[in-house]
């Protein structure tokens, strides 16, 4: 009896990569249940690409600069992507909004990462919002990618305290932190099967989420 082949996953990045170099430490430390078979950049510097190279990881650079047909440089992405079939998507800093074709061509297969404790903060600016809203603690949520900007169903957060004297950066550099620790754990409930997205919810184990799941007590 053959093996079942392991799934395949593209990371879409924009940048330096350093959720994507989460990633690529899992894979390598053999933690991560699916393939890290390409990554795609909209920016031909972005030193993501150099990360990828080094682990040997195929690479696409897909310049957006210059197109401001959101829909047309969507159907270029997908057309790369299709050759590949991948079972999921990872956005990883991936700077660009996806228009509503592309997120329902790929419904239930794309993942993102938010820096904070969706539903709180959608957007930018996450950091200064929470401290100036005197919040206690703050944190990062892996979600499904929805039509709805940051407001698909949550898979897992990682909270981190808020702490006399923060400032937006010393808070952002400690809740990276805890991105890198969860993502490849949501990325690998989806490879597994246990996480699922259907009828616009979460399931964990064929049941609900009704709330996200919360690192590391959940699992």
């Known amino acids: ?11 879409l990045i924009s940048g330096g990569g350093t959720n994507l170099q989460a990633f690529i430490d899992a894979s ?8 890290l078979a390409m990554v795609v950049s909209n ?3 972005a030193g993501g690409l150099t990360r ?11 310049p957006s600069k210059g197109i401001s047909d959101r829909a047309a440089y969507d159907r270029s992405l997908a057309t790369e992507l ?14 660009r909004i996806l228009s509503a074709p592309f997120v329902s061509r790929y419904a239930g297969r794309i993942l993102n990462i938010h820096p904070s404790l969706l ?16 919040d206690r603690e703050h944190g990062c949520t892996v979600h499904f990618v929805t039509e709805e900007l940051d407001g698909g ?12 004297g923060d400032d937006p950066e010393t808070l952002a550099a400690r809740v990276l932190q805890v991105e890198h620790q969860i993502y490849p754990r ?21 049941k609900v989420l009704s709330k996200p799941l919360r690192y590391p007590d959940s699992l």
């Open 28 to 35: 390598q430390r053999r933690e991560l249940d699916f393939e």
């Open 119 to 134: 539903p709180l903060y959608p957007g930018l600016h996450t950091h200064a919002r929470a401290l100036a809203a005197g």
């Open 1 to 11: 009896m053959s093996a079942t082949p392991r799934k395949k996953a593209v990371v």
């Open 52 to 62: 990828a190279e080094d682990a040997g990881i195929d690479t696409r650079c897909l």
């Open 43 to 45: 920016r031909s510097q």
């Open 82 to 95: 299709d050759r590949l079939a991948p079972d999921l998507i990872i956005l990883a800093g991936f700077m």
């Open 153 to 164: 169903p949550p898979i897992l957060q990682g909270r981190v305290a808020i702490e006399p």
């Open 186 to 206: 949501a990325a690998n409930l989806f490879a597994s099967g246990r996480i699922v997205y259907r009828d616009g919810q979460c399931l964990l184990d064929n």
